[in-house]
């Protein structure tokens, strides 16, 4: 039996229901036991510009996109020109027929950039600049194309309903595409019903409503269209297998950890983990008593670091959520925790910059920045995590390295993990232990916050704890916490704060700095959430005879120098894979291992990797093809 891959496309203006769409379609996909990748892509307005979002499915484990898209659903003439070509011989396009009549230059919100690429293309093979020249051109390279007339289909919905007001409601669109979709490549209906029961438990009349209408478009596709090759029956589902957003790994991470104080300024794309933690709020912890993490939303980002290093020296575990933008207003904070031995948390959630840049859109732009936050020397402990289910175990480990190390930790995660949805293990709780480090809870005699020690931790009081006085302050300071400027104390505080990077490398077990995949004479080194294009891409590979090798680097900062060198010492080729322009991480290993890169595969469009691209250019390395650095731009 062969195996099934399949990629189905949803796309419509912002604001049209396109992630409600896709969420359905994941999660009966997932329900039916296929392994699921979706991701969404957006233009950075509230409403009107292009939204699309790309599921792709598998019986076998999958962790990335591909590029070919097997089946569309498009209720919007852009979602047509921009994805036409996108859909692969033998698979299809369901389109609603009010479209077309639509030229390009109707369609107000396509860019003249595309517009230009588009009339070439169209005037190349002698088509007209409309929606039936576009998709003649589909056709013509063997996609079957399913013309639906959406608005006919609420129209007799309402009829048979005797609800009129379905007549013209076109945020029920996505609905039916995703229905016509389903019914097209006969998935059990049972599954659909079931996923927008679940999608809208809290909204039973809404539920009812969409119900209705994804079985009236399922039953139209399953009866009209019988010519598409490609069913989705269902297979057998991996036990203890869950649906998970990119932001869940982080939220639910903090809430084991037992992260009781969380503020934050909303910006994109890291508000949906504060948003998260706010909808759960309160929670059961061990022997049935009641927890909380209280969420705190500040007037900006100054004042969230600010409230978080105050929430830290009361001894709860506290962090904060941030993009780029927000993160270079906390540096000088940073800072502050730094020299005072502030056990904090601070999760970057990448985007393309630099500025406001591509504010919705992915890029793995910060780590330098990371690195070298702050002015002056601080230790800190920069960790990146390679997909949502790898963040939830993370995101207790950072919380001990915080606490343990007395010094702040920078949490790597990005759009691209963000904007995803996957199926993957259920996490394991039981997985995660909370060890506080040298936190006092009764202080007996004198006490010295900044104490000299033999390992270079001074044991730590927190507010309120009697006997446990200690100053702060932003200044150099003695043992007690008062200003200092002896240059003999200096050194001393200095060296002792500085003794965590070598202390963090010693201790924090090599498993968890970095992740060997296999080293053959070809090997990748890559950080963060271009883990699962490059897995997908290797194995793609390994099917054609071709090993490549594979060291995530999950410990940024202090950077494992001699451990990464260790792995790579039989590696005759390096390769380096990031989603940015001037290869940040290729530099730090440069710096650190003090060996050449010998390739660089990049991508700085806003657009996440595909498990294709990674596959084309490793194969034109292996082949001896490729440029030095090869540049990846597919994507809408």
């Known amino acids: 039996m062969s195996s099934i891959d399949f990629t189905w496309l949803i796309g419509g203006p912002q604001g049209s229901g396109v992630e409600s769409g896709a969420n359905v379609f994941s999660k ?3 329900e039916l036991g296929y392994s699921v990748f979706g991701k969404r892509e957006f233009y950075s307005n509230i409403k009107g510009e292009h939204s699309y979002f790309a599921v792709r499915i598998s019986d076998k484990q999958i962790h990335s996109n591909v590029n070919d898209v097997t089946l569309m659903a498009s209720f919007d ?3 047509i020109f921009r994805h036409f070509d996108e859909v692969a011989p033998g698979g299809g396009i369901i389109y609603d027929t009010d479209l077309e009549k639509k030229t390009i230059d109707d369609v107000h919100t396509l860019d003249n950039y595309f517009k230009e690429r588009l009339h070439k293309q169209l005037e190349s093979k002698n088509k007209p600049f409309t929606i039936p020249g576009v998709l003649e051109i589909a056709k013509e390279k063997g996609v079957h194309l399913y013309p639906v007339s959406f608005s006919k289909l609420l129209e007799e919905l309402a009829e048979n309903t005797s609800n009129p007001k379905l007549r013209g409601l076109v945020r029920m669109y996505n609905v039916l595409g995703v229905s016509l979709s389903l019914g097209l490549l006969k998935m059990p209906p049972d599954s659909l019903l079931k996923s927008i029961d679940s999608i809208f438990a809290k909204k039973p009349l809404v539920a009812e409503i969409n119900k209705q209408a ?11 269209f019988s010519d598409f090759t490609h069913t989705l029956p269902g297979t057998q589902k991996e036990p203890d297998t869950i649906l998970v957003q990119g932001h869940f790994g982080t939220s639910i991470g903090k809430m084991v950890a037992g992260c009781r104080f969380q503020s934050y300024y909303p910006i994109t794309p890291a508000s949906d983990e504060s948003v998260y933690l706010e909808s759960h709020e309160l929670l059961e912890i061990q022997n049935d008593r009641p927890g909380s993490t209280l969420v705190v939303q500040t007037e900006d980002e100054i004042s969230a670091i600010g409230m978080m290093i105050g929430a830290a020296l009361t001894g709860s575990r506290s962090s904060t959520s941030t993009s780029g933008p927000g993160f270079a207003l906390m540096t000088e904070a940073l800072g502050w925790a730094g020299i005072n031995e502030v056990p904090i948390v601070l999760t970057l959630y990448q985007r393309s910059g630099p500025s406001t840049g591509l504010p919705t859109r992915h890029g793995q732009d910060d780590l330098s920045f990371a690195v070298h936050a702050g002015h002056g020397d601080f230790p800190k402990i920069v960790y990146a995590s390679g997909d949502i289910e790898e963040s939830f175990y993370d995101t207790g480990r950072v919380f001990n390295y915080s606490d ?25 709780t039981s997985k995660i232990t909370i060890d506080r480090g040298q936190l006092l809870d009764k202080i007996e005699g004198e006490y010295k916050r900044f104490k000299f020690t033999e390992d270079g931790i001074s044991p730590r009081s927190r507010l309120g704890l009697d006997n446990g006085v200690f100053w702060n302050t932003g200044d150099e ?21 500085m003794s965590r990077l070598d202390m963090a490398l010693e201790k924090i077990p090599k498993d968890e700095q970095v992740v060997s995949f296999g080293i053959y004479d070809y090997t990748i080194i890559s950080w963060g959430s271009t883990k699962g294009p490059i897995v997908d891409a290797i194995e793609m ?17 202090p950077f494992p120098s001699d451990y990464v060198k260790s792995l790579l010492k039989d590696a005759k080729t390096i390769i380096d894979i990031e989603a940015n322009h001037s290869a940040q991480l290729g530099k730090l290993f440069k710096q650190n291992v003090l060996q050449d890169i010998d390739y660089y595969v990049l991508k700085y469009t806003g657009r996440g990797m595909t498990c294709t691209e990674v596959y084309d250019s490793l194969k034109k390395i ?3 093809k490729a440029d030095k650095r090869e540049i990846l731009s597919h994507g809408a």
């Open 404 to 428: 343990v190390f007395q010094i702040p930790v920078i949490h790597m995660m990005d759009k691209f993990l963000s904007s995803s949805v996957v199926t993957c293990k259920k996490f394991d």
């Open 77 to 79: 003439a852009e979602t």
């Open 28 to 30: 009966v996909c997932a």
């Open 541 to 557: 590979l390994k099917s054609e005879g071709i090993d490549i090798g594979f060291v995530q680097i999950k410990l940024i900062h």
């Open 622 to 624: 292996v082949e001896n």
């Open 214 to 224: 994804a079985n009236f478009a399922y039953n139209y596709a399953s009866a009209k």
């Open 477 to 497: 300071s003695d043992e007690t916490g008062h200003i200092t400027e002896d240059p003999v104390v200096r050194i001393k505080m200095m060296d002792k704060r």
